[in-house]
């Protein structure tokens, strides 16, 4: 019944109350904002904002104190602190300090438990057609302090606040675990869907948050005897626990260099710059070779010798023991959980309200497209097998079946073998340099805005935050605005690289959009807007977590510039951020990115299709330096390059979310005892060809495992739906305001509240679709460009 969220990028499971992909939370009340100006594209302050340093620290000086050396203001600033002036983290007045955090979470805990006092004395038919608004408010209440405890654990700095989040969240999580196997709430919650007198008074949205609840009671075995119920609280409890854990070192190879003699390396054809820069262990006769970083992946792309390569790319690729015990312990707890929940497998207790609905569909899914997709990535791999067996004539390579190109082509001839192209095709760094002088940071998030602002309405204006508000010096405030309904809620960008900082991208969502509770008297830490009928809603608070890296320009100034495939990233995340901007609904449950997760990934998935498309480009690429647009031959030339492997990359997230469902599957649940999951990985490699990995561990790093837990085939499912948007809506014309309000009006609006393939049945105009199963599966397994 009550949703928790967990977000990191593409992740979201729902296993507690909101049925829910990302973070949650309340921040300050209507405080007053200062603003660069509403004409912040005209005057560039929206590009300076993250382009030009000094403009920002000048701006920010009331709440930044910078260190100066003869004159130059230096990245290292005196930040927040816990005077009287400071407003929070995300103007929450609770959020001074670590310790605040935890009053923060006593607080919400006592608010939730008077509430829950109240839901359970109060009968009268007035309490009853308040019960479904109530327990949406009592999620909201505990959701907002577990939510917030994601985003820190994963994000601030600062290792007290770290500790803080973690108690706070596996308090509060056990309490949320211990409501959903109530069953004088469930018991409450079904009479009230039952009695037609008072179903009959609810709004559609409470009808659908209730039967959401109800299913969600149901599926948490609110019908198990007690001991049982204790038992399924104990797992879910120990399942966030060992995932976070799992989580957390996902980033951890199994050891920072392996040693390799000296003379194989020697005799390998490897550059001797990279050579010079090995140190040698005591004996002198083995070089130390690292794991990560510059060199390691110098060597996978510069050195002939493929059992060298291959050394180095299952040590870059594996993870400790340790690692694969803890995910070994999360897919055991998990096989757990479904058995004692009367499943075949975690699969099928995971996939209940799915657009996919069954593993059997999710499976027949992923290997349709395999089969569809495998002559294509063997097409693209050909040049390698070619360049591997120069001495083969030109008709037996033309011969050569898709199974025999697979066999030979492995993932560590990728890297080599397409540098060696590369420079074939007279391709060299210095144009990937070349192309990001025309995508700074800040041009492409102005290019974002002018997006937004041509087929929404809505546009992003930079607004200096108050001090304490954000949790580092170099998070950006955004408020968007509408141009009909004003602003509409807030994004925090931390885009920027920093010690210790995660490299996933992520998006995190602090606060949804919903409306203000009838007696909602506590706003204080609310940030609120109010729609044109002057009715209250929360704004949506967004969190945007990057890694970009700044370089120094010719005059020693620090600028960002973005590859294309940073581009994309940024898109993305900002699909989601739009997603939570438009899905205002009342109730908090299906608010925004509260939808199913294989739903979830459509919005920043379409936002990539915009990322690839030269028009869209060409808008926004100018030269950082000289302010030139961007030739056209350059850029046709990167968005050619983009395109290379698409097949392969599209098969390799196949293979992910086979390996997810297989981890999940029945067979896990029959075999717990025996169960390796290395060689369950190696085994599924080998059975499905495409570079095949038989020599690491990887599995171990496959973070998104505890993120989605048999849902990540979401991730191609939403691929194949977006293309089907983009071709429908936006592939003539990328700008089409008509076409954009039509997205709004047909997905984003509803958030979770409205069935996915209804959405897409009118989006489509295909009434047919509106049920979804085999047919519309079929229409969404035809789309062509992936």
Known sequence: MLKSTFSRNVTGIKNLWNSGYHARFFATEALPYTSFGASHKANGQLRRTFDDLDYWHDANRDNFTAKTVKGKVLSNLTFGGQSQSNAGLFRNPYLKSPDGLRKFSRHSLMQAESALEDMRSDHSKEGLLKYIM??????????????????????????????????????????????????????????????????????????????????????????????????????????????QDFINNTDYVQSNYLKIKCEDLRKSGLNSLILNQLSQDISGQCYRVPTNGYVAYSILRSCPDDQIRMKVWAAMHSCSEKQIKRLKQ????????????????????????????????????????????????????????????????????????????????RPWDRDFYSTVHSIQQRRSAADDEQISSYFTLGTVMEGLSDLFQRIYGIRLEPIIAERGETWSPEVRRLNVVSERDGL????????????????????????????IYPHELDTS?????????????????????????????????????????????????????????????RLQNISGTRCVTDFVELPSILMEHFARDSRVLKEIGRHYETGAPIPDSLLQSHIQESNFMQYCETYSQAKMAMLDQELHSEKIVKGLETLDVTNLYQELERKMKVLVDDKSNWCGKFGHLFGYGATYYSYLFDRAIASKIWDELFSKEPYSRKNGEKFIECVLKWGGSRDPWACIADLFDKPELSKGGTRAMEFIGQAQDL
């Open 525 to 585: 830490t609310v940030q609120m807007g109010r729609n044109r009928d002057g009715t209250r809603f929360q704004l949506p608070i967004i969190s945007l977590i990057c890694n970009f890296s700044s370089a120094t320009d010719s005059t020693g100034k620090s600028v960002c510039l973005l590859q294309l495939s940073e581009v994309e990233t940024l898109f993305h995340e900002m699909g989601h951020a739009m997603h939570s901007m438009l899905g205002r609904t």
């Open 488 to 515: 509409i809620g807030v994004v925090y960008c931390d885009l920027f690289e920093r010690q210790g900082k995660t490299s996933n991208p992520s998006h995190f969502t602090i606060c949804c959009s919903r409306q």
């Open 330 to 409: 999360l897919i055991s707890l998990r096989a757990v959980l479904a058995n004692l929940m009367g499943r075949k497998s975690f699969a099928e207790y995971q996939l209940d309200g799915k657009m996919a609905k069954t593993p059997e569909q999710v499976c027949d899914f992923i290997s349709t497209l395999m089969d569809n997709i495998k002559p294509k990535a063997a097409d693209e791999l050909k040049f390698i097998h070619n360049l591997k067996n120069p001495n083969l004539d030109k008709k037996r390579m033309a011969a050569d079946s898709v199974d025999g190109i697979l066999s030979d082509v």
């Open 134 to 243: 109530r327990l949406d408010q009592l999620s909201d209440t505990l959701c907002r302090v577990i939510d917030l405890c994601e985003f820190i654990r994963s994000s601030h700095p600062d290792n007290s606040y770290l500790e803080a989040a973690q108690a706070c969240h596996e308090e509060m999580f056990e309490f949320m675990n211990v409501l959903n196997t109530d069953v004088a709430l469930c018991d409450t919650l079904k009479s009230v869907l039952s009695n037609t007198e008072i179903s009959s008074r609810l709004s559609e949205e409470e009808i659908k948050v209730g039967k959401l609840l109800l299913e969600d009671f149901e599926k948490s075995g609110i019908r198990m005897e007690p001991d049982i119920r204790e038992q399924f609280i104990a797992l879910s409890q120990q399942i966030s626990v060992v995932g």
